[in-house]
């Protein structure tokens, strides 16, 4: 179950991850059985981030660091 402050992190997480060029999709209830997870993708690559902090860390790698929640 995804939290209003999970919405409120993962909007912040996705503009944060638009400023480096990349997009962050979030899985909805309607993808089968399971937790919410997340994907970034760029250049018709992506990478499967199981968590909200997952995706932070990844933005960290990518060169968010200064954007970092």
């Given at each position: 179950m995804t939290t209003t402050t999970d919405q409120e992190r993962f909007a912040t997480l996705q503009a944060q991850f638009a400023?480096?060029?990349h997009a962050l999709h979030q899985s909805g209830p309607n993808d089968g059985p399971g937790p919410v997870s997340?994907?970034?993708e760029r250049w018709g690559m992506a990478r499967y981030l199981p968590t909200l902090d997952d995706a932070e860390?990844?933005?960290k790698?990518?060169?968010g660091a200064d954007h970092a929640l």
């Open positions: 400023k480096h060029g997340y994907l970034a860390q990844f933005l790698q990518v060169g």
